[in-house]
Each structure stands twice: as C-alpha cells, then as structure tokens.
C-alpha cells in the first residue's frame, strides 16, 4: 500500500511539473513600428500584449524596434499605439515555442486630432496592405496557406475560398478570376512582376501543378480581383503582390517539413547582428524523386522536381537598405511507352513523352528614405523560364515516331524605381516606372498526319521591350472618406502598342461597422510573347509574322461594394462589378471563334486581329467569422456572366461562365493537454460546369487526333464541380520547438468529376476524362 501510495505521489507530482511546464513556455515578439507611407521608423511608439498578467509590452526605440519577451505561447492580441497615429489592434498573432515572432507594424497618421481615440484594427483580415485598393482587394496570411483544407501551403489553392475564384483542374492551380483566363492574373514579389512561380507550369497561364514558393519566405500579402490602383498594370483579371518576410537578426532558426509533396528545409539568422541583416533559405526535393530513386515508381511516369527560395536582407547606416531575393524550381517529367501492344488500352499510352518546365527569378533591392516622410525604392530583377515537350509515338512494330516537339525559352531583366512621398496625413503620392526587356527563343513543330509533313509554326530567336509608368495620388478628406487617382501607361516600342489608363476608387466609412467603396479602372494586358511571333507560309514559300503589330487586349472594370461589421469578428461583404472587354485578340476569320481571352494556356500561332470584345459581370457574397474563439468561417457565393464575341460575330459563353460558385471554408481548434492544439478544417466548393466544344468525330479520325467543330465553340457545359476537402492537424509546443502532423484529404468524398473529353485515336471514339479522386497529403513540420 505505501509502494502505490508512492507511485501515485510520484504521478501526481510529475503530471503537475507537466502542467507547470505547459503553462511557463513562453516567446520573444518584437519587430519594427514605421508609417505606413513612408515606411520611416516611429521612435515611442508603444506596443502591449492586450490581456496579459502581468501586463507585457515595449515601447520602440529610435529606430521603431520593439522586443517583449515572456509572452506565452498561443494567440495573441497586440495593441499598437502612437501619438498623431490611428492605434491598430492586431488580432491571433501566433506564438509557438519553435521560433520569435518578428513582425513589421505599419501605421496611419490622423487627419485631425481626436478628443476620443477609437480603437480600430487597421491591419486586420479583409483589407489590403495596400491601402490605394479599397475594392475587390484582401491580405491573406502564411497561416491560412497551411490552415486551410487542402490548401498545401499554396497560395492559389487558398484563394479558391474567395468570391469569384474558381479552377477547372485539380491537377494545377491556375485560376479563372471573375471569369476571366488563368493568364490574366499577374504574380509580383517585392513590387516587381515575376514570371509564372509554380513547376510543371506552361506557358500563356499563370499556374501549375505545385507552387515554388515556400511559406517559409512569405509574409501577408495581397490579392486584387478588380480595377487596380494605378502601380498595377499588364494584368487583366488579378494580381497575386507577394511579400517576402526577413530571416530573424538575432539568433539562428531552423524548420524542416517532409510530407507526400517533398521534404523542406530552411534556415535563417544574423548576417551581422550589429546592423541588422539577415538571411533566409527554404530548398525542397520532391517525394516522388526519392521514391523514384529508390525504385518505387508512382503512377505512370518519372516526375520530379526541386526549388530554392532565398531572402537576404542588409541595411547600412547611410546608404540605405538592401535586400537580395529570389527563387528557382526545376520540374520534370518522363514517361515511356510499354513495348507490348496488348497494353496500349489508349492511344496516349503508346507514346514516349518528356516534359520539363524550369524557372527561376533572382532580383536586388535597395530602398532609402530621404526624409521621414519620402521613401525611394528601386528594384532590378532577372527571371528566365524554360519549358519544353517532346512526343513520340510507337507504331505498330515498335518503331519510334516523331509527333511533336516545343521548346520555349523566355528571359526577362525588369528595372523599377517607385518613389513615395508623404506630404501630410492627408496627402501622398506615390509614382515609379517599369522596365522590360524581353528575350526569347521560341521553336515548335509537329506532324500534321493528314498531309504527312513537319509544320513549324514558331521558329525565332529576338527581343521585345515594354515601358510602364504610373503616378497615384491619395487624399484623405477626413477620417471617413479616402480617395485615390491615379493613371497607369503601358507601351511596347517595338509594335507602338500603347495605353493610357486611369484609375479612380472612394472609400466611405459610413460609421464604424459599415463601409461604402466604389473603384474604375481601365486595363490592359500584352499578348503571350509566342502570339506576337506566330509565323505564316505564303503561297510563294517564304514565311511572315501576322501578328508583329497585334495590340493589347483591353477591359473597363466598374466595382461597388458595401461592407457590414456586425462584430469585431464578423463581416457581410457584397459587391457587384462589370467588366467591358475590349481590342481583344481573335483569330482573323469571320467563321472563328479562336479568342485569346478563352484560352487556358499555350500560345495561339493563328493569325491575330484586334477585333473582338467580351463582358463579365457579377455579384459576390462574403459572410465571414475571422478567428475567434478558436473558430473560424468563411462562406463566398458569387453569381456571374462571362461572355465574348469573336470574328463570328456571335455572343458565346466564355470557357471559364461557370455561372454560379460556392465555397465554405471553416476551422475549429481544440486546446489539448497543455501545449496541445487540434485542428480540424474543411472546405466546400460547388461550382458550374466551364464550356466545351463538342468533337468532331470525323476530323478526328481522320487526323488521328481530337479536332473539334469551332463553328459550336463553347456550346456544352460540363456538370457542375464539386469538392469537399478535410485537414486535420496536432500542434504540440514543447521547449524550443513546435512540431506539427497534418493530413489533407483532397476530395474527400471521392466525389467523380468530369474533366473533359478528348478523342481516343486507338479505338476511335470519344472518351471521358475525370478530376482526381480522394487523394490524401501526409506532412510532418518541426520549427526550432
């Protein structure tokens, strides 16, 4: 009886010393308070942990730093406050035990001095960094790229929670915004344009099969699905302004991540802890790779691929601050045809295929503030990708033969300067110029199997160049009522393409829960480059180029929006938006219906005209609950209309006129056993079937391939879209490291959604092709 009287003394006390243990992990939070403008440091500002016992906070020191340490780990709340400053309270800062939390606060001046300061979050969920986008803009965070059901730590695949965002393909994260082609979103990093950042990505689209960037490098950000401020220009549909977070200054931290997509490994620390710099790199190499090395082949190809993503930040004393970043990914996929014809059940199984696809971007960038109230910022940036496809097919007695081969190689060198300058709380200006310097090398031909001989239709190695300049300026008639006016140039001196285009938005904030915004913008967006070098045979033998003098596709967006706060934590968001397209690219036939605007990806080698026009219009519904109380929600509806007319002069239903989408993403965590979260997660999606053209069989079998009947362009819907995705998560936080395992069913009902149809040469007949069926994603996070 004392043995078990001591075994229990023994238990109890240990239990106990664990729940002291949960209870004393803490962190250190500091990081830097500057205006929002300027980006100029604010000396005083003052910084506290809302809730805490004993109350915890700092005050910044001459360079607007701050450091609180011993704050517990879990959500957090922050409370920032400055004289002559609008306070922002910043809500769910995460404090795990494996890493500091650094963060950057930005803040506003007042306009006028209030007798009463209402505390009011103005770095909260649901308004953009950028505050010149009052409209059809949102900030998403790293944390919702790895909270969100089956978002993969991916930044387009989170998005496809928002109002308007939809995907046709499982299999990549190309996104139609509002309708509009995948190719029209545009993707920044650090202020400048980047090329496509996602691995087995093609050309003339803005996605592919798994992001390159790592979440280990990004900060909040900003998404833009309408009338842009006047900094953004060659983007018709939306904007993805990704910004990159500095490695931590003052002691060495590591992560490493392995699960079904690859395993990471990042590191960051002090480059000189006397001034500040720092360093931050994430490399991944591809499960598949491993697998395939070791002899475990999954699926019925080779797939690989890598990326490496790096920031490096160095501020001096004089000269201002600089930073170097950059990414790369290299993809790549093989597969060879079985030499037994009893197992070519398909024709595209008889065929030997490689595919690769490698991108990298590496830029500088200084900035340097001339006064607390300018800031200029310049930025050179050189980006290459490199993509290619070959395909042979094996006859009948096992003889390879040439099908069609592509390889595209597209460099850019981009130079930017943006100067802002502040000239009271009420007005500031901010204008700068891009530069583009566009080389490539762009070959492909195939086999027409009809006439039995290699057409070439893209053959030229050359350049092309375009300017873009802007100016925006803001003015704050009060605290209630924000306007921005701006204008946006874009010219390309080798056709004398040009645009002008102005911007206008108003942001009204009727009373402390509701807002009013409204915002014009005209856009425009240059042709795929392979579109403008496109080349034709003449009768004569001798070749040209059509589409040398092509133009830029154009569109009016219109867009109002109310916004309703019900609580700190609950908002309704309506808005309704029109888009007019128009000097759109066409096939030049009056019979066709061959639009750029409808095109997935690739470039169309047609001859071109500028000649067709288009209009997308809609209404969007948000009812979300930002994280409180361990539970969060957000429930997006939009209805809407995407239609164009080509040389045919017939009004027909865009590929992307879904009609209608719905998604409810929601996530609750549990507190368990001290340091212990549970997290489960889910996401809906419902949306209407894209558009299709039906097959013409005939053609088909004549050729050997699918052909379709272009005079019924987008005449069949597919059945509509739907998905179901789950997460579920264990956080634990134990001294100096927080591990996490996570498992995302993708589709996790098993829901058979029908792709497409395409024509099966081998049995001659059309065949359907479906989305991915219930695939599960294993991954495994320790940070220390």
Do not use: C
């Not at 650090?190 to 280990?216: D, K, R, Y």
Request: net charge positive; charged share 20%; glycine share 8%.
């Amino acid at each position: 009886m004392k043995r078990s009287l001591s075994i229990f003394s023994v238990l109890l006390f240990s239990l106990s010393a664990s729940g002291l243990l949960a209870q004393s992990l803490t962190q250190v939070v500091r990081g830097t308070v500057m205006d929002k403008v300027a980006r100029s440091p604010l000396p005083g500002a003052s910084v506290v942990v809302t809730g805490s016992q004993p109350l915890l906070g700092s005050t910044t020191d001459m360079e607007g730093q701050f450091r609180i340490a011993g704050v517990p780990v879990g959500y957090q709340t922050l409370h920032i406050s400055f004289v002559g400053y609008k306070d922002i309270v910043i809500p769910n800062v995460v404090v795990n035990a494996g890493k500091e939390v650094v963060l950057l606060l930005e803040m506003d001046e007042q306009v006028t001095e209030l007798t009463a300061v209402v505390v009011k979050p103005d770095l909260e969920k649901g308004q953009a960094l950028n505050e010149s986008a009052v409209v059809s803009a949102s900030t998403f965070s790293v944390e919702e790229t790895r909270k969100f059901a089956a978002a993969v730590n991916d930044p387009a695949r989170m998005v496809m929670s928002y109002a308007g965002v939809v995907s046709g393909n499982d299999g990549n994260n190309a996104i139609s915004i509002r309708g509009n082609s995948p190719y029209g979103l545009q993707w920044r990093m650090e202020g400048v344009e980047i090329p496509n950042p996602n691995h087995f990505a093609n050309v003339g689209t803005s996605g592919g099969g798994i992001s390159i960037l790592s979440t280990q490098l990004l900060s909040n950000s900003d998404f833009l699905t309408g009338a842009f401020p006047a900094e953004y220009g060659n983007a018709l549909a939306g904007v993805f302004d990704l910004n990159l977070r500095r490695g931590n200054n003052e002691k060495r931290e590591y992560t490493i991540q392995a699960g079904f997509l690859g395993t990471d490994i990042a590191a960051e620390g002090p480059l000189n802890k006397r001034t500040g710099g720092s360093y931050l790199v994430n490399y991944r190499y591809s499960t598949l790779s491993i697998l395939n090395k070791l002899g475990v082949q999954a699926g019925q190809g080779v797939t690989n691929f890598q990326d490496l993503s790096y920031h490096v930040y160095l501020p001096t004393k004089k000269w201002g601050r600089f930073s170097w970043f950059g990414f790369g990914g290299l993809s790549d996929q093989t597969q060879k045809a079985n030499r037994d014809s009893t197992q070519w059940t398909d024709e595209y199984l008889r065929y030997d295929n490689k595919y690769f696809s490698n991108t990298a971007a590496a830029g500088m960038r200084h900035a340097l503030n001339f006064s607390d109230k300018t800031l200029w910022q310049s930025t050179v940036l050189f980006s290459v990708h490199d993509n290619g496809y070959a395909a042979n097919r094996i006859t009948d007695n096992y003889q390879s033969e040439f099908s069609y081969q592509r390889n595209y190689l597209n460099k850019r060198l981009t130079l930017s300067s943006v100067l802002n300058h502040k000239f009271s709380a009420r007005h500031s200006l901010k204008t700068g110029f891009y530069v583009n310097r566009y080389y490539f090398s762009l070959n492909e031909r195939y086999l027409d199997r009809i006439q039995q001989q290699i057409v070439t239709p893209l053959a030229t190695a050359s350049s092309a160049n375009t300017v873009q300049a802007f100016g925006q300026w803001s003015y704050r008639l009060s605290e209630r009522i924000t306007t921005h006016a701006g204008s946006h140039v874009l010219f390309m001196p080798d056709n004398q393409s040009f645009s002008i285009e102005p911007r206008l938005s108003v942001r009204y904030q009727q009373s402390e829960r509701r807002s009013l915004s409204a915002g014009y913008g005209l856009h425009s967006q240059m042709q795929p480059v392979g579109v403008y070098q496109a080349r034709v045979q003449r009768l004569d033998g001798s070749w040209y180029q059509p589409n040398k003098h092509l133009g830029f596709n154009k569109s009016h967006h219109w867009v109002v929006a109310v916004e309703q706060r019900f609580t700190p934590w609950f908002r309704l968001r309506t808005e309704a938006y029109y888009q007019q397209l128009f000097n759109i690219a066409v096939k030049d036939n009056p019979a066709s219906a061959v639009a750029t605007i409808v095109s997935e990806e690739g470039y169309i080698t047609d001859p071109m005209t500028n000649k067709g026009k288009g209009r997308n219009y809609g209404l969007e519904l948000t009812a979300e609950r930002f994280l409180h109380n361990n539970l969060y929600f957000l429930l997006s509806t939009s209805f809407y209309r995407a239609t164009y007319q080509a040389m045919d002069g017939v009004w027909r239903n865009s590929r992307f006129n879904g009609k209608q989408a719905f998604s409810f993403t929601a996530g609750k965590e549990f507190q368990w056993s001290g340091n212990r979260t549970f997290g489960l997660n889910v996401r809906s999606i419902y949306t209407g079937g894209f558009w299709t053209t039906p097959i013409d069989v005939a053609a088909s079998r004549q050729a050997g391939e699918t052909r379709y009947i272009e005079s019924l362009a987008f005449t069949e819907q597919l059945p509509a879209y739907f998905r179901t995705d789950l997460r579920v998560s264990l956080k634990r936080n134990r001294p100096n490291r927080t591990t996490t395992w996570a498992l995302d069913l993708q589709n996790a009902t098993n829901h058979k959604n029908l792709g497409g149809q395409y024509f099966d040469a081998n049995s001659g007949t059309v065949r359907n092709w479906y989305q991915f069926p219930l695939l599960p994603v294993l991954s495994y996070r320790i940070e220390f």
